[in-house]
């Protein structure tokens, strides 16, 4: 396993957060590669929303059971505008990615 298999970031995002922003440094969103995102619920069920980085463009919503974890994993993706991540508040998530333009 080469070493372009690993993430050189991540970034956790607690529970209760709108719209943070993934591997951006709060500006303008660029390209950037998602390895995983890991996911966990604790105190009751919860939802995590993928967006792209400055719209309102849903990638992808996943709800998270009481007590589980999830980890998105498999080949990954290229967020092309940037991602941004909502949490619920029962559930907190952590993504792996690379640096901006990678």
């Known amino acids: ?17 709108t719209d943070v922003a993934i591997g951006t440094g709060g500006t303008a ?4 590669r998602i390895y ?3 996911m966990s619920s604790t ?6 929303t993928l967006e792209e980085f400055g719209t309102s463009t849903v990638i992808a919503t996943y709800q ?8 998105l994993g ?3 993706f290229n967020a092309h505008r940037g991602l941004q991540v909502t949490t619920s508040s029962n559930v907190e998530c952590t993504v792996f ?3 901006v333009g990678s």
């Open 64 to 71: 998270i059971p009481t007590g589980t974890s999830f980890t």
């Open 29 to 32: 969103g660029g390209t950037i």
């Open 43 to 48: 105190g009751g069920a919860g939802i995590v």
């Open 36 to 38: 995983n995102i890991s």
């Open 97 to 99: 990615h690379s640096n």
């Open 1 to 17: 396993m080469g070493m372009e298999n690993f993430a050189p970031n991540y970034t956790r995002v607690p529970a209760s957060q």
């Open 74 to 76: 498999g080949n990954g």
